[in-house]
């Protein structure tokens, strides 16, 4: 039997020195040959409409790629529980953050600064913040059917 200890006993990581001497290298450190880097611009509040999505002046709009949910060809979703996630949000946003359109650069730098000039218009509606507000159904945001089940 060996009397060396294991458990809570300290592990060196084999990666440790070269993120310690910043010599690791990550995704964000790669680059290839004609690379775009991408932003996302989120929804900034809870629910809403989307009226209108303008571009400020002052970026070259023309040298980005814009992606938004009219350019998603397939579904236009991510499956958590059910097919109920937009990869983008199509008109409607449903939460905080959700994103709205990407951008695209070969600048990494340029993204900051064109994600603060899109401007979005919404006409804001109620949200549910509570399990209460859920319960009572006074907003439906998403209205789930379930198909029939056979009897017998």
């Given at each position: 039997?060996?009397?060396?200890?294991i458990?809570?006993?300290?592990?060196?990581r084999?990666?440790?020195r070269?993120?310690?001497t910043?010599?690791a290298?990550?995704?964000d450190d790669?680059?290839?040959?004609?690379?775009l880097?991408?932003?996302?611009?989120?929804?900034q509040?809870?629910?809403?409409?989307?009226r209108?999505?303008?571009?400020?002046?002052?970026?070259a709009?023309?040298?980005?790629?814009?992606?938004?949910?009219?350019?998603?060809?397939e579904?236009?979703v991510i499956a958590l529980?059910?097919d109920?996630?937009?990869?983008l949000?199509?008109?409607l946003?449903?939460?905080?953050?959700?994103?709205i359109?990407l951008l695209?650069?070969p600048n990494r730098?340029l993204?900051?600064?064109?994600v603060?000039?899109?401007?979005?218009?919404?006409?804001?509606?109620?949200a549910?913040?509570?399990?209460?507000?859920?319960?009572?159904?006074?907003q439906?945001?998403?209205a789930?059917?379930?198909?029939s089940?056979?009897?017998g």
């Open positions: 039997m060996t009397s060396e200890r458990v809570g006993a300290s592990v060196p084999k990666e440790g070269d993120k310690v910043g010599q290298r990550y995704v790669m680059t290839l040959p004609d690379m880097y991408g932003a996302t611009v989120r929804a509040f809870p629910r809403g409409r989307i209108t999505i303008t571009f400020g002046p002052g970026i709009w023309n040298e980005f790629v814009i992606v938004t949910a009219k350019d998603i060809t579904k236009n529980i059910a109920d996630q937009p990869c949000a199509d008109g946003v449903n939460h905080p953050e959700e994103p359109l695209a650069h730098h993204l900051p600064q064109a603060q000039a899109v401007s979005i218009d919404y006409e804001q509606l109620p549910v913040f509570t399990m209460e507000e859920s319960e009572n159904h006074s439906i945001i998403w789930r059917t379930t198909p089940r056979p009897t």
